[in-house]
């Protein structure tokens, strides 16, 4: 399954809307104890976008910001619902990581790898064919390139 442009999504409440003018750079999987933590389930998703091609509409999203050893990820979230809709790392302020499970349309969605899988729950297993990492990738062009194979235009 694909998807067609533009994507759209936004929180529960629909007070903060977004749009994603521009193919995603990648769909992963975290399973690190931060983005358990932060989703409330086994593991979280993120969708890396180009800044530029996403634009926010409706209230501005309130943000809390926490240290990753020599970064800072800051989290976006509705004010009203407190639904968590994207991290802006600082180490890469080009890009947003939209959390994809806040998409409109939620049924293309297919994580191409799973991160910091030696901090995955036992019963989660990645799907056949995804790339896997025990903690971070060192390379983010990996994670493009599997989902243009995954996704393509």
Not at 4 to 16: D, F, H, K, R
Not at 60 to 79: E, H, I, K, N, Q
Request: aromatic share 10%; proline share 9%; net charge positive.
């Amino acid at each position: 399954m694909n998807f067609s442009l533009p994507l759209e999504g936004g929180c529960q409440c629909g007070a903060v809307r977004y749009a994603i003018t521009a193919r995603p750079r990648t769909l992963y999987a975290c399973h690190c104890t931060a983005c358990r933590r932060q989703s409330g389930s086994a593991f979280s998703m993120s969708m890396a976008v180009d800044r530029a091609a996403f634009s926010l509409k409706g209230a501005v999203p309130g943000a809390w910001s926490r240290a990753v050893g020599d970064r800072t990820v800051v989290g976006r979230f509705c004010r009203d619902c407190g639904t968590r809709l994207f991290h802006e790392p600082s180490r890469n302020p080009s890009i947003v990581n939209v959390k994809p499970g806040t998409l409109d349309d939620t049924t293309w969605l297919r994580p191409v790898a799973h991160l910091w899988t030696a901090h995955a729950l036992a019963f989660v297993a990645p799907e056949p064919g995804a790339l896997v990492f025990p903690g971070p990738p060192d390379d983010h062009e990996a994670l493009a390139a599997a989902f243009a194979a995954a996704f393509p235009p």
